[in-house]
């Protein structure tokens, strides 16, 4: 068979491979610190499993709705209004195989072929990937590094519009630096795309797992709810990343659109699964907090550990589990100037896997730092020590 030709324009997440490599080491017997996987090693909430249980044992196994459940539709207006001040109905909400989804019916609902799309670069590689794919140009904007954390590189972002943008990406917060927009930075985008018209994709699939302050939404910002679809997921918030729950949260026309595409994709999103988001989002919270608790408890013990190697700094995001420490001058000192030599040398010698910064995007032709991604979601705390101390000695010595 011969492939279709715009097969040569679908990208992939380059992190997949990594963890195919890792998986490989393990089966070798070697020991592996996976700080490779933005996936969660811990179980979802009991009272969430049973809920799923009680709903195949219940009969909910036909189809249901190609727009989700009813209920669940109103569980996650209130819960989304809840945090951002915002006021969306049911009617605004399509439920959704996972938050990934979302990406790629935004565009087809919303994009020409030769309409320019901003997208985070570094960021989340489907982005790029599903532009190209459905024949858009996707155009980069970049993170710098700030005072506290990562801020998008608003002057770049300025100078990328053209009378051919028409839709904008925005991961807040966001994989793979942690780094979430302030209010001055969300006023200016509602600014660049009220003056432009673009529509705008905000990917919120980490804007709940957090452990301190609270999250900000573009879509609270006057104007805004017109302008933007919401992705939001139940994957990080409730460690649910296999389940596949999520949902696109937007103005009514899109998100009719979004349901007749999800006819056409997948029918209606696993019914049994649907009534474990109704108990997720109405249900007890103690899961919820455990959750937070531990990895909280991961990131500070991370962010002290790679703070402290020389050539590594590193900033403690309030939010989301990664980390994405700049590794220029250790890179240096080992005489490394190439991102992949990098990274698989330090897993040769001390088992430590990371993905680096060219699996969020090819660089910048500006940047001059180098950076790695720690996501410390899938292993436990006496590995992320162990392990980063290996790291550290490798790089020191
Ligand atoms: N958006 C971002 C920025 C992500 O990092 C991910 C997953 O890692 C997703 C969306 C999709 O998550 P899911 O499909 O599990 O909801």
């Known amino acids: 068979m ?193 003056r432009h018209d673009l529509a705008v994709l905000c990917d919120e699939a980490y804007f709940d797992l957090r452990y301190e302050g609270r999250s900000r939404s573009l879509t609270s910002l006057p104007g805004m709810r017109d302008r933007c679809v919401i992705l939001f997921t139940f994957s990080k918030r409730f460690a649910m990343t296999g389940w596949r729950l999520g949902a696109a949260i937007g103005p009514r026309d899109v998100i009719d659109t979004m349901a007749r595409l999800n006819v056409n994709d997948e029918s209606c999103t696993n019914h049994f699964v649907q009534w474990a988001g109704v108990e ?43 980390l994405y420490p700049n590794v220029t001058d250790a890179m240096r000192a080992k005489g490394l100037t190439d991102y992949e030599a990098f990274r698989r040398a330090a897993l040769e010698a001390t088992g430590v896997s990371f993905c680096t910064r060219l699996h969020f995007g090819g660089q910048l032709p500006e940047e001059t730092e180098r950076y790695i991604r720690i996501a410390y979601g899938g292993i436990d705390l006496d590995r992320i020590v162990r392990g980063l101390n290996l790291l550290k000695d490798y790089l020191e010595s």
């Open 280 to 322: 997720a989002l109405r249900g007890p919270r103690d899961g919820r907090r455990r959750l937070i608790r531990i990895l909280k408890e991961r990131r500070d013990r991370a962010a002290e550990i790679l703070n402290a190697i020389r050539g590594v700094r590193c900033y403690r995001p309030d939010a989301t589990f990664y």
């Open 2 to 194: 011969t492939l279709a030709g715009r097969i040569d324009n679908l990208g992939t997440e380059k992190a997949f491979a990594v963890a195919d490599e890792a998986l490989a080491l393990i089966k070798s017997g070697a020991t592996l610190y996976p700080f490779h996987i933005g996936d969660i090693n811990l179980p979802t909430p009991e009272n969430i499993v049973r809920a799923a249980e009680r709903a195949i044992r219940d009969g909910k196994t036909g189809y249901c709705s190609n727009y989700g459940l009813g209920e669940l539709r109103e569980l996650l207006a209130e819960d989304v209004n809840a945090a951002r001040g915002t006021a969306y109905t049911a009617d605004n909400v399509a439920v959704q195989p996972g938050g990934k989804p979302v990406i790629g019916k935004f565009l087809l609902a919303l994009m020409n072929p030769g309409d320019e799309v901003l997208f985070p670069n570094p960021g989340f590689p489907i982005y790029e990937s599903l532009i190209g794919f459905y024949g858009g140009r996707p155009v980069p904007y970049g993170y710098l590094e700030g005072e506290r954390n990562f801020v998008i590189d608003i002057g770049r972002l300025k100078r990328s519009l053209t009378p051919k943008t028409r839709l904008l990406i925005l991961n807040d917060l966001h994989n793979p630096t942690g780094a979430e927009a302030s209010p001055q930075e969300l006023e200016e985008i509602a600014e660049i795309a009220d």
